[in-house]
């Protein structure tokens, strides 16, 4: 399985919406950098792909896998995407009907 890279991504976009490679460039540059501030925030809607969210992890108690050794380990906050169920379905496929 490939993956694309910045310039194929750019390159396809281009040519999809007839749009210059340079502003495609520029627009998923402003793009990103209002998804970033957006999420700092809390929260950064890709519609139709997912969403950015920012989330809070209570400290709790870990074991050293070496060891067994109990850790502490500390609150912190994480970033997740949570994919939209539209993107779901189109990658993997409706899912079963109940």
Do not use: C
């Not at 281009?14 to 749009?19: A, F, M």
């Not at 074991?63 to 379905?89: Q, S």
């Amino acid at each position: 399985m490939a993956k694309m890279t910045q310039t194929q991504i750019i390159s396809e976009m281009s040519t999809k919406t007839g749009i210059a490679k340079k502003q495609v460039k520029d627009f998923l540059a402003a793009y990103v950098d209002l998804a970033y501030r957006e999420a700092k925030k809390g929260e950064f809607a890709f519609h139709g792909l997912g969403k950015l969210v920012k989330q809070k992890r209570k400290a709790r108690i870990g074991r050293n896998p070496a060891t067994g050794e109990e850790i502490k380990i500390p609150a912190k906050t994480v970033l997740k995407f949570r994919v939209a169920k539209a993107a779901k379905d189109a990658v993997l496929g409706a899912g079963p009907k109940k």
